[in-house]
């Protein structure tokens, strides 16, 4: 495989450590990162020690005092240089993604084209971090509220999405006055570097303190560290439900602040009016994206009885078109799993499926041979079950789409749809208005994202991306999420020679 994106993005040399964001942080430990497409070994990656961790919290604390005072429509333009840099690394970032993480080429580059894009969010809302003027009952006198920065911003990413969920939250807390310490996920640690490392020359070139942004590398004990720090305001973390817990548990103790994207489990309802053919493209891509490694994947399709016959040969015709293979070639629909460890648990959950008494309608398989020397590609597969099977619960980050039939009106499989722990994406295909209206309405999904003939893959940066119930609660990207990122403060200015004491209170001597 030709490699010269590494080249481009400044990867082929040993990590000295001016690339985490604050210069001499070295380490003895080296993290080796080895790609699923081919298994070849990537690069090795400096290991974050302690010391090296307190040195960059140190240099984050006093980078924050100055970065905080720098007015938000320049740290705005600092933001609109670094979509500029992006634009000119775009293929080689999108190919490193594709490579070290075994997505498909186009979600690489669409990844970067993401970051890019909340690059240019970022650089309108620098001037419109508004509040609000209220009136007060007090005469002569004014009260409005308004938002401050909150200081260090630590980001806990996962290896699915390797650059786009940092950009999310970093560019949008860099504008809001934050400095951010970045914890990549330990399987994609290239990703992190690279994207570092463009920064850091836009950061240089318009002299801003080392320590605005940095990143530290390790593995989960490392993400304790900021859990467990209070100089760390607000820890974003997206990854497991499990994970989050422990996140999230961890930050309450200390009062901190948290921002959680945790599990999916997301469906798909088929009414007896949808147009079978956006349910079969919303449905495949949803399913095998990132082979099946979103979260928002469709894990569930559940369809009415009376178009269902028609829906699953429709979806086991084109399953079977499905070509598996590198991800950076055009050509392939799908590429591998993370790693030997997620063939694991897609194993399992088939296994589970199986025992639990599902019916298989597309088996999987791990794929052998010259194309699949890694030992991460597996067979997406087709499973009729039942929402109430201990499997389908579960979200099991792999290719495998459970087949779920309903009857009746459509509450019933809204009923279906929420019965799940997690909370996060949901979409309805119909020609119904009604079912629509329904769906969206406030006894429907209960999901904090809610589709009306798309699936429930591909979100775009406008509108706030998080969800509901064991999803976290948590809010990233558009709309008001800026929100999380910075205190509110509410302030009341008296400009008359009185001191009149709100409700009416007095207290004369």
Same mark, same amino acid.
């Given at each position: 495989?030709?490699?010269?994106?590494?080249?481009?993005?400044?990867?082929?040399?040993?990590?000295?450590?001016?690339?985490?964001?604050?210069?001499?942080?070295?380490?003895?430990?080296?993290?080796?990162?080895?790609?699923?497409?081919?298994?070849?070994?990537?690069?090795?990656?400096?290991?974050?020690?302690? $010391?090296?961790?307190?040195?960059?919290?140190?240099?984050?604390?006093?980078?924050?005092?100055?970065?905080?005072?720098?007015?938000?429509?320049?740290?705005?333009?600092?933001?609109?240089?670094?979509?500029?840099?992006?634009?000119?690394?775009?293929?080689?970032?999108?190919?490193?993604?594709?490579?070290?993480?075994?997505?498909?080429?186009? $979600?690489?580059?669409?990844? #970067?084209?993401?970051?890019?894009?909340?690059?240019?969010?970022?650089?309108?809302?620098?001037?419109?971090?508004?509040?609000?003027?209220?009136?007060?009952?007090?005469?002569?006198?004014?009260?409005?509220?308004?938002?401050?920065?909150?200081?260090?911003?630590?980001?806990?990413?996962?290896?699915?999405?390797?650059?786009?969920?940092?950009?999310?939250?970093?560019?949008?807390?860099?504008?809001?006055?934050?400095?951010?310490?970045?914890?990549?996920?330990?399987?994609?640690?290239?990703?992190?570097?690279?994207?570092?490392?463009?920064? !850091?020359?836009?950061?240089?070139?318009?002299? #801003?303190?080392?320590?605005?942004?940095?990143?530290?590398?390790?593995?989960?004990?490392?993400?304790?560290?900021?859990?467990?720090?209070?100089?760390?305001?607000?820890?974003?973390?997206?990854?497991?439900?499990?994970?989050?817990?422990?996140?999230?548990?961890?930050?309450?103790?200390?009062?901190?602040?948290?921002?959680?994207?945790?599990?999916?489990?997301?469906?798909?309802?088929?009414?007896?009016?949808?147009?079978?053919?956006?349910?079969?493209?919303?449905?495949?891509?949803?399913?095998?994206?990132?082979?099946?490694?979103?979260?928002?994947?469709?894990?569930?399709?559940? #369809?009415?009885?009376?178009?269902?016959?028609?829906?699953?040969?429709?979806?086991?015709?084109?399953?079977?078109?499905?070509?598996?293979?590198?991800?950076?070639?055009?050509?392939? !629909?799908?590429?591998?799993?993370?790693?030997?460890?997620?063939?694991?648990?897609?194993?399992?959950?088939?296994?589970?499926?199986?025992?639990?008494?599902?019916?298989?309608?597309?088996?999987? $398989?791990?794929?052998?041979?010259?194309?699949?020397?890694?030992?991460?590609?597996?067979?997406?597969?087709?499973?009729?079950?039942?929402? =109430?099977?201990?499997?389908?619960? !579960?979200?099991?980050?792999?290719?495998?789409?459970?087949?779920?039939?309903?009857?009746?009106? #459509?509450?019933?499989?809204?009923?279906?749809?929420?019965?799940?722990?997690?909370?996060?994406?949901?979409?309805?295909?119909?020609?119904?208005?009604?079912?629509?209206?329904?769906?969206?309405?406030?006894?429907?999904? =209960?999901?904090?994202?809610?589709?009306?003939?798309?699936?429930?893959?591909?979100?775009?940066?406008?509108?706030?991306?998080?969800?509901?119930?064991?999803?976290?609660?948590?809010?990233?990207?558009?709309?008001?999420?800026?929100?999380?990122?910075?205190?509110?403060?509410?302030?009341?200015?008296?400009?008359?020679?009185?001191?009149?004491?709100?409700?009416?209170?007095?207290?004369?001597?």
């Amino acid at each position: 495989m030709n490699t010269s994106f590494l080249e481009k993005l400044g990867l082929l040399a040993k990590n000295e450590g001016t690339w985490t964001g604050v210069r001499s942080i070295k380490s003895e430990k080296y993290i080796e990162s080895y790609s699923p497409v081919d298994g070849k070994l990537i690069g090795s990656v400096s290991e974050t020690t302690r $010391e090296g961790y307190e040195t960059v919290i140190a240099k984050a604390q006093e980078a924050f005092k100055t970065w905080r005072l720098i007015p938000a429509p320049k740290r705005g333009e600092i933001v609109r240089q670094y979509g500029e840099e992006l634009r000119k690394y775009k293929e080689p970032l999108g190919q490193l993604v594709s490579y070290e993480m075994g997505k498909s080429l186009q $979600e690489g580059m669409g990844e #970067v084209q993401e970051m890019i894009d909340i690059c240019d969010f970022a650089v309108g809302l620098s001037r419109q971090l508004y509040g609000l003027t209220m009136q007060s009952e007090r005469a002569h006198h004014r009260m409005y509220e308004q938002w401050h920065p909150l200081g260090i911003v630590g980001i806990i990413s996962a290896f699915n999405f390797p650059v786009a969920v940092w950009s999310w939250n970093s560019m949008i807390a860099l504008v809001c006055g934050d400095v951010c310490v970045w914890k990549g996920s330990e399987k994609v640690p290239l990703c992190a570097i690279a994207c570092q490392n463009i920064l !850091h020359k836009v950061l240089e070139a318009n002299n #801003v303190p080392e320590g605005v942004s940095c990143i530290i590398t390790g593995d989960y004990k490392v993400g304790e560290w900021m859990t467990h720090d209070p100089r760390v305001a607000l820890v974003s973390a997206t990854g497991s439900t499990r994970m989050g817990k422990i996140v999230g548990a961890a930050v309450a103790e200390r009062l901190g602040k948290s921002l959680l994207e945790l599990g999916g489990n997301n469906a798909i309802i088929v009414t007896p009016t949808a147009d079978l053919n956006l349910v079969l493209i919303g449905a495949l891509f949803g399913a095998v994206g990132t082979c099946g490694q979103r979260c928002t994947s469709t894990r569930r399709l559940i #369809v009415h009885e009376d178009v269902y016959e028609e829906v699953k040969n429709k979806l086991v015709s084109a399953y079977g078109q499905l070509r598996v293979g590198d991800p950076l070639d055009a050509h392939n !629909h799908v590429g591998p799993l993370i790693d030997k460890q997620a063939v694991d648990n897609y194993l399992n959950a088939l296994k589970a499926a199986k025992e639990q008494g599902a019916n298989v309608l597309i088996d999987g $398989e791990v794929l052998s041979g010259p194309a699949y020397e890694s030992g991460c590609y597996v067979k997406p597969c087709i499973v009729e079950g039942r929402n =109430d099977m201990a499997i389908v619960q !579960h979200e099991t980050f792999a290719p495998i789409l459970y087949l779920i039939k309903y009857s009746g009106e #459509v509450e019933n499989a809204i009923a279906l749809q929420n019965g799940v722990p997690q909370g996060l994406s949901s979409a309805i295909m119909t020609n119904s208005l009604r079912d629509a209206e329904r769906f969206l309405s406030g006894a429907g999904s =209960d999901c904090g994202i809610a589709n009306v003939n798309i699936g429930t893959s591909g979100a775009e940066i406008g509108g706030a991306f998080g969800g509901e119930k064991e999803t976290g609660g948590g809010r990233e990207s558009g709309s008001d999420a800026w929100k999380a990122y910075m205190r509110r403060q509410t302030n009341t200015i008296n400009y008359s020679l009185d001191l009149p004491l709100a409700q009416g209170i007095k207290f004369d001597l």
